[in-house]
C-alpha cells in the first residue's frame, strides 16, 4: 500500500504544477502603467451595458456621483464660470448626467465618450428643452474635441486613470480646444487616499454577480501599491472556460504640489483648487483643480 502512494504522488504533481505557475503569474505585480484595458470596459458589449447600469445605479457610487451631488457640482460650476452661452465639453460624459444638466442652465454642451452604449442612451434620454447639447462617440485621447471652449470638464477622477503619457497627451488636446480665456476643471484622487489603499486579494466565482461575464466564471481581484509613484492598481484576473482575461484599474494619487509640477511641464497653471466637484469628499481623498494655459 505505501509502495503505491509513492509511485502515484509524482503523478498528482505534475499535474498540479501548471496549476501553481498560472496563480504565481495571476499574483505577479505588473510594472507601473504596463498595461491599458479602459477602453474594455466601455466597448465590450456586456462589460458597456454593466457600466452603464451602474453609471445610473443610485444605490452605488462605483461610476458615478449621487444626482444630488451632480446637481451640487452643476451648480457650483453655473456659480463659478456662468454656464449660461458658454461653450462647454464633458468629456468622459456618459450617459450625460453632467452635459445634460448643463445645457439646462444654457450652455452649448459636447459630451464626448467612447462608450456607444452610453452615447445611445444619452441621445434618447436627453430631456426636452436642454438647448443646445450634442454627445459623439470619440476617443477624447486621439480623435479631434470641439474647439474655442469656455469650459471642458473631466469629473470623478478620470484624469487619475491615464498613464503620465495618456495624460500629457490629453493636456495638450485640451489646450488646443481651449478659448484663450477658456477653463479645465477635473478633481484627482489625493495622497490621503492612496495611503487608505491596503494590497491584498480576493478570489470568488462570479465575482461582482455576472458583472464581468453572463457566463460563469472565477475572478482574481488583486490590489498593488507603487509608494514611489503613488499609483494604486486594481487588478482583475477573469478566468471563463474558454479563455482568461485582465482588466487593469490604474490610479494616480496626487499632492498638490506633484500635480502642479505636473500641469506646468504641460503649459498649464493652477487658478484654484477646491472641493466644488464633491463637496460631500469631507475626508479630503480628493480635490478639485481649476486650470488655465499658462500666459493666458
Known amino acids: 500500500m505505501s509502495h503505491t502512494r509513492c509511485v502515484g504522488a509524482p503523478k ?12 504565481s503569474e495571476i499574483r505577479r505585480k505588473p510594472d507601473v502603467f504596463s498595461a491599458y484595458t479602459a477602453e474594455t470596459l466601455w466597448t465590450d ?16 457610487p462605483l461610476a458615478s456621483r449621487p444626482l444630488p451631488i451632480i446637481d451640487q457640482t452643476v451648480q457650483w460650476l453655473d456659480e463659478r464660470f456662468g454656464l449660461n452661452g458658454k461653450n462647454v ?17 444654457g450652455a452649448c454642451v459636447t459630451g464626448v465618450d467612447f462608450s456607444a452604449n452610453s452615447i445611445e442612451y ?9 438647448g443646445s447639447l450634442a454627445f459623439r462617440q470619440a476617443n477624447y485621447l486621439t480623435d ?28 495638450e488636446k485640451v489646450r488646443g480646444a481651449l478659448h484663450p480665456e477658456g477653463a479645465f476643471v477635473f478633481d484627482v484622487h489625493s495622497v490621503k487616499a492612496f495611503a487608505d489603499v491596503s494590497e491584498g486579494v480576493v478570489f470568488a466565482r462570479n465575482y461582482m454577480d455576472g ?17 514611489t509613484a503613488a499609483v494604486s492598481l486594481d487588478l482583475f484576473t477573469i478566468i471563463e ?31 484654484d483648487i477646491s472641493d466644488g466637484l464633491d463637496a460631500s469628499d469631507t475626508g479630503g481623498h480628493a480635490f478639485t483643480v481649476v486650470t488655465k494655459p499658462s500666459g493666458n
Not at 456586456?46 to 452605488?60: F, I, N
Not at 444619452?122 to 436642454?130: E, I, V
Not at 470638464?153 to 495624460?167: E, G, H, K, V
Not at 479563455?243 to 493652477?270: C, D, K, M, P
Open 12 to 23: 498528482v504533481l505534475t499535474e498540479i504544477a501548471p496549476v501553481f505557475k498560472e496563480l
Open 45 to 60: 458589449p456586456h462589460l458597456a451595458r454593466q457600466m452603464l447600469k451602474t453609471h445610473l445605479d443610485q444605490s452605488t
Open 89 to 105: 465639453c464633458d468629456l468622459g460624459c456618459g450617459p450625460g448626467l453632467y452635459a445634460e444638466r448643463y445645457a439646462q442652465h
Open 122 to 130: 444619452a441621445n434618447l434620454h436627453a430631456k426636452p428643452g436642454c
Open 144 to 171: 479631434v474635441l470641439p474647439e474655442q471652449q469656455d469650459l471642458i470638464t473631466l469629473i470623478y477622477c478620470d484624469f487619475c486613470a491615464l498613464s503620465p503619457a495618456q495624460r500629457a497627451v490629453l493636456l
Open 211 to 227: 458583472f464581468w461575464t453572463a457566463d460563469e466564471c472565477y475572478v482574481f481581484h488583486s490590489t498593488w501599491k507603487y509608494e
Open 241 to 271: 472556460e474558454q479563455q482568461t482575461w485582465r482588466v487593469y484599474n490604474w490610479l494616480q494619487h496626487y499632492s498638490q504640489s506633484t500635480l502642479e509640477a505636473e500641469l506646468r511641464s504641460s503649459g498649464f497653471e493652477i487658478e
